[in-house]
């Protein structure tokens, strides 16, 4: 009896280690998301706000690298507010929504593809609509997007990637959004340019001889 009840006080302490070990992660892991979220969109404003040279009269387009911050995402009608990294590996998706490398970026002409996880940043998207506005700000400038379709789709169908002749918008997640596990289908949503406010370079001032 004695062997038993000692027994069982060492499951009750490894499942209580166990249980303090998952706590303990989730909270890192929230902690490191919004230490990025917020480092991340201070300085992206701090450089928002800087003066933007030109080169030879034209504008200077602000080159994008693997992990740098592309810019920042709003849907106001959702509260959805997050920075976006280039890449959609594993560590980006963990701290940020991730601009998908093959897809065009913010402005160009295109399909502009962005991914986040379903239970994180784009939980929201279950209720987006039709006609929503997305807002994506990046240092070349603002660009405004309306919603007009949504989808579900197979992890396999990369079809709602494809390349566009129009400025496009596509939000990509797993789906259903409170499935238990690896969830076997994606969520879409598309979307539409239709307005942008680039930001302007400033020219360098000519000093007379």
């Not at 490894?14 to 990025?36: K, Q, R």
């Not at 994008?64 to 560590?91: C, N, P």
């Not at 701290?95 to 593809?113: E, K, M, R, W």
């Not at 690896?182 to 340019?193: D, E, G, L, T």
Request: positive net charge; glycine residues 6%; hydrophobic residues 40%.
């Amino acid at each position: 009896m004695r062997k038993r009840r000692s027994k069982f006080n060492w499951v009750e302490y490894l499942l209580l280690v166990a249980g303090l070990a998952a706590v303990d992660y989730y909270i890192w892991s929230v902690v490191e998301t919004n230490y990025f979220q917020i480092r991340s969109e201070r300085a992206f404003d701090q450089e928002s706000r800087s003066p933007r040279p030109a080169e030879g009269g034209k504008t200077r387009r602000h080159v994008v690298r693997k992990g740098d911050v592309v810019g920042r995402l709003v849907i106001l009608r959702l509260h959805v507010r997050v920075m976006v990294r280039e890449g959609d590996d594993e560590g980006t998706l963990h701290v940020a929504a991730g601009h998908i490398p093959s897809t065009a970026l913010p402005g160009d002409q295109g399909n502009v593809g962005f991914a986040a996880h379903r239970d994180t940043f784009f939980r929201p998207l279950r209720n987006i609509k039709a006609n929503d506005r997305i807002l994506v700000s990046t240092l070349d400038g603002d660009y405004e997007y309306q919603v007009n379709s949504t989808e579900i789709v197979s992890p396999s169908d990369v079809s709602v990637l494809k390349a566009s002749s129009t400025k496009e918008l596509t939000l990509v997640t797993c789906y259903p959004f409170y499935y238990i596990g690896s969830a076997p289908k994606r969520f879409i949503v598309h979307a539409v340019q239709i307005s942008a406010n680039p930001k302007e370079p400033v020219e360098k001032a000519q000093v007379a001889d």
